[in-house]
């Protein structure tokens, strides 16, 4: 746990941020700044800005809250540690910590010998908001079949539609993290968005 901010949460808090007006930007450019001068105060608030993209990220790959928590925990020591080799581009860092965050539970699983599932009892108890443009299918996010096909589709496939509907990061960012070109993250966010929607009609993943 980072010192001197709290633990985050133990459902999924609401989901997509907005995108970053030019005084935001500037807001946290200098938050970032100042984290990397060693400021403990500026590395904080950027921890409560970005722990709960963080932790719902870690929360639907883990599926269980305590090891959500743990692994939040150390995805902000590893950022703490490298913030001095973050470069501003203009853009949100949410994409930068959201990457630590993936190393982290990858590490994790292969460790642990852990094998990637979302426990949909946790989904359903969460309290979750999906504002996508793909409509009903990604409206009924809270739908136990739903849930059910998500965790059956490819990995790579699942993690998107995590990155994208659940966690709220765009095409861009989801981009950083999967290590992708954005035309690639479109087209399996699509192959994705179908293969649910095949699901909801009844028919096979």
Same mark, same amino acid.
Request: avoid cysteine; glycine fraction near 4%.
């Given at each position: 746990m980072v010192r001197g901010v709290r633990r985050p949460g133990g459902g999924l808090p609401d989901g997509p941020r907005g995108s970053l007006s030019p005084d935001e930007a500037a807001r946290l450019q200098a938050l970032i700044t100042l984290a990397q001068r060693g400021d403990p105060e500026a590395f904080g608030q950027l921890y409560e800005r970005y722990v709960e993209v963080v932790y719902r990220?870690?929360?639907?790959?883990? &599926?269980?809250v305590h090891t959500a928590q743990d692994l939040t925990?150390? +995805?902000?020591?590893?950022?703490?540690?490298?913030? &001095? +080799?973050? +470069?501003?581009? &203009?853009?949100?860092?949410?994409?930068?910590?959201?990457?630590?965050?993936?190393?982290?539970?990858?590490d994790h699983t292969k460790?642990?010998?852990?094998?990637?599932?979302?426990?949909?009892?946790?989904?359903?108890?969460?309290?979750?908001?999906v504002d996508a443009p793909e409509g009903e299918v990604l409206d009924r996010i809270r739908d136990e079949r739903l849930l059910e096909a998500v965790k059956a589709l490819k990995p790579e496939q699942a993690e998107c539609v995590v990155l994208r509907f659940i966690d709220g990061l765009s095409i861009a960012e989801t981009a950083v993290v999967l290590g992708k070109k954005e035309n690639a993250v479109k087209q399996l966010q699509l192959r994705a968005v179908r293969s649910l929607q095949r699901a909801l009609e009844g028919e096979t993943l």
């Open positions: 990220y870690i929360f639907v790959r883990v &599926g269980q925990s150390d +995805t902000f020591v590893k950022a703490l540690r490298n913030i &001095g +080799t973050f +470069t501003w581009q &203009g853009k949100d860092i949410a994409a930068w910590f959201v990457t630590i965050a993936r190393n982290v539970v990858n460790s642990a010998k852990f094998r990637m599932e979302v426990t949909t009892a946790d989904m359903l108890d969460a309290d979750q908001q």
